[in-house]
């Protein structure tokens, strides 16, 4: 079975719309998404009904927490805390209610999936290098996990004694070993690739496939800047940082 793993969208509608097209070429059968449905982006109400009806789970992210609980916004920078508080404004209450119920964290087909870190979920802690991947593998029973967060695509393989990275269109994963894949970002990319992004996943083949769709920037850009959301929240986005 073809499965996709969304991660990130930011209310980045444009960016949305390319990854559901592309879902369909591809085929997927069944989606998933790791949270941070809203923050940054100026469409939250229109990313979360658009995709809602696709997705078999569903997970929180710190941006969504932070759109209904404001003590979470004192880890915020202030153009972030901006974002969160027109997105809280911005937000029905319908859409406040669904998020405000998504869980942490869940198994799904034998798989772990969290937003941020499987070692402590509501700690929002990023999976950066080879070191955190070890790390955090520790405390994952499952052989894949899938997590989001800090924008930034990668595929850790843990091995006997060491991780690291694999790189490839397509990852064939090895019977016997473990990873930690890092799932691009639908909305906010930050790896320099401006791209919207998705992760495939074909149990069947064993395969990881991190994809990439072009997508209208230029509409998403003048939607932020008709919100009077924060000019670099636009600019970043041509960018992929
Ligand atoms: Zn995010």
Do not use: K
């Not at 990852?171 to 930690?180: A, D, H, I, M, N």
Request: with cysteine; proline share 6%.
């Amino acid at each position: 079975m073809t499965r996709a793993i969304l991660s990130d969208l930011h209310g980045n509608l444009e960016a949305l719309e390319a990854v559901l097209a592309d879902l369909e070429r591809a085929g997927v059968d069944e989606v998933a998404c790791l949270g941070d449905f809203v923050g940054y982006g100026a469409s939250p109400n229109e990313c979360i009904e658009r995709l809602r009806p696709r997705l078999a789970v569903a997970l929180l992210g710190n941006h969504d927490e932070a759109a209904f609980d404001p003590m979470a916004l004192e880890y915020f920078n202030d153009e972030a805390a901006r974002a969160v508080r027109w997105t809280t404004g911005a937000l029905t209450r319908e859409n406040l209610d669904w998020l405000r119920a998504l869980p942490f964290e869940t198994v799904w087909h034998g798989a772990r999936l969290v937003h941020a870190s499987p070692s402590d979920p509501p700690a929002w802690n990023y999976v950066l290098t080879l070191a955190d991947a070890w790390t955090e593998m520790q405390s994952c029973r499952e052989r894949l996990c899938f997590v989001g967060h800090s924008h930034v695509p990668a595929v850790v393989e843990i091995g006997t004694t060491h991780p690291s990275r694999v790189a490839g269109e397509s990852v064939q994963l090895v019977p016997g070993r473990r990873y930690l894949t890092v799932v691009p970002s639908v909305g906010q990319p930050r790896d320099g690739d401006s791209r919207a992004g998705y992760l495939l996943w074909d149990d069947e083949g064993d395969t990881l496939e991190p994809v990439r769709v072009p997508y209208d920037i230029a509409r998403a850009q003048e939607r932020i800047r008709a919100a009077g959301l924060p000019a670099h929240l636009a600019e970043r986005l041509a960018w992929g940082q």
